[in-house]
């Protein structure tokens, strides 16, 4: 295959990264018109409702509740089951999320004047939370230990997991993470009891985790209800080559994203034609050997480039624009770059850091924002999992100084009954 490539010096550059990037998540209709009418049905039947979805979509035939709750002891032979080396992989993987989640704890805080008020604020863990783990085909324990871990190290009281169907490698995960209860639903249906909740499914307080489109329909209409996470777009890398790190090295980066799916993207940017040149070469030789490459010619057909730029600081400006999910720093001297970066969901720096790790065990979150969403959001972690309150406590003499200073600013707005409220602790 013939990778599209781009110049930054070319004209018309700007329309071109710009129709490249843009992904806009279209809401198919049909698909929003089944999840509502799931979740109606789920709100209005409750645990009859979940069961016959789940047995018609998940094609699990439960005559119960009760059959769908997945018990402890199974999670725990699971954990047992697993060959030595896929388990203290995953326990290591494990413990290394934890580690670096558990710096990011939030604590409460206050302060006071002189004259003795007293403001801060309360910081406390959800109390509830649901866990979605698409299940079937494909097992996906890293997605188990990223979203159920934050949440753990928050101090969330309950951490409900539904994944229908799940693999082995999913339940030791669930385990090593310390989810309290494993339901095995899934789809829109599954979303729905989370967020209403059923005789059998406690309503939580968020629901976190990836699935298919009817998820995705059902979390964007639940929202509101309760918290979620995100709307995930396709997966996103973006690398910044300075010629120093192998051209195969970049070429499997590449494709480390675009083997997820068809509208997955992948980017090079270079001001190296030699370089992409190289790339390029390294792409073709790879692509026939791997198990996926039709899905992974079809993102780079679609979605992939390699980009000329002027120098690594107009890199470092278009990848800022672009706002990627992953961004790989593949140059000699990756902490020269990094301030000049402001948007990015992961920075990888310098050759040796993969992708791929990030995903699996280096310990920041594999959660992230896609489709320039890193403008403005952040990686899943133990904040989403916490919210806070604020404090106050005016003691007597603030009552004075404050409400003189309240009762003025609600009269500006016409808002007697506040000047008033004021008022009163200081007339």
Same mark, same amino acid.
């Given at each position: ?8 010096? &070319? ?5 071109? $990264?710009?129709a ?14 089944? /999840?509502?009418a ?30 769908? &709750? ?6 725990? /032979?699971?954990?047992a089951?697993?060959?030595? /080396? ?33 403001l801060?604020?309360?910081?406390s ?17 890293s ?16 951490? +409900? ?35 209403y ?29 309760v ?7 396709? *997966?996103?890398?973006?690398v ?9 090295w ?17 980017? $090079?940017?270079s ?94 979150n594999? +959660?992230?924002p896609?489709?320039?969403? /890193?403008?403005?959001? *952040? ?20 009552a ?14 016409? $808002? ?12």
């Amino acid at each position: 295959m013939t990778l599209r490539r781009l110049s930054s010096a &070319e004209a018309g550059f700007d329309a071109k $990264l710009e129709a490249l990037t843009r992904y806009e998540a279209a809401q198919d209709e049909a698909v929003e018109a089944v /999840a509502r009418a799931i979740i109606a049905d789920v709100r209005k039947r409750g645990d009859a409702a979940v069961l016959e979805y789940t047995r018609k979509f998940d094609r699990i035939p439960a005559g119960s509740m009760a059959e769908l &709750e997945v018990p402890r002891a199974r999670l725990e /032979a699971a954990l047992a089951a697993l060959p030595a /080396a896929q388990r203290d992989a995953l326990g290591e993987a494990a413990a290394r999320v934890r580690r670096f989640h558990e710096r990011q704890r939030a604590h409460s805080w206050d302060y006071t004047e002189a004259d003795g008020t007293r403001l801060g604020q309360r910081v406390s863990p959800l109390e509830k939370v649901g866990v979605y783990v698409p299940g079937g085909k494909a097992a996906y324990p890293s997605t188990v230990l990223m979203n159920v871990m934050p949440a753990k190290v928050a101090g969330v009281t309950e951490v +409900v997991m539904t994944s229908p169907n799940a693999e082995p490698m999913v339940l030791a995960a669930a385990a090593l993470a310390g989810v309290d209860r494993v339901l095995a639903i899934g789809g829109a249906q599954a979303v729905a009891a989370l967020a209403y909740g059923t005789e059998s499914v406690p309503r939580v307080d968020k629901i976190v985790g990836p699935g298919n489109a009817y998820v995705a329909a059902a979390k964007r209409q639940v929202f509101g209800q309760v918290g979620i996470d995100m709307i995930a777009g396709p *997966s996103e890398i973006l690398v910044i080559g300075d010629g120093t790190t192998p051209a195969a090295w970049v070429a499997m980066d590449l494709f480390s994203q675009a083997e997820h799916d068809e509208i997955a993207q992948a980017i $090079l940017l270079s001001p190296s034609a030699a370089y992409l040149d190289a790339v390029a070469a390294s792409i073709a030789e790879l692509l026939p050997t791997q198990s996926r490459r039709t899905v992974i010619e079809a993102s780079l057909a679609a979605r992939g480039a390699l980009i000329l730029t002027k120098s690594l600081e107009q890199a470092c400006a278009i990848a800022d624009r672009i706002a990627p999910e992953h961004l790989e720093l593949s140059v000699a001297d990756p902490e020269a770059l990094l301030p000049k970066l402001r948007h990015a969901g992961a920075i990888f720096l310098g050759r040796w850091s993969s992708e791929a790790v990030g995903d699996y065990c280096a310990g920041p979150n594999h +959660v992230l924002p896609t489709s320039g969403t /890193a403008r403005f959001s *952040s990686p899943l972690g133990v904040y989403d999992f916490q919210k806070r309150s604020s404090v106050i406590g005016v003691s007597q003499a603030g009552a004075a100084t404050l409400g003189r200073l309240a009762a003025t600013l609600a009269e500006a707005e016409g $808002l007697q009954a506040h000047a008033r409220a004021a008022e009163l602790r200081f007339k």
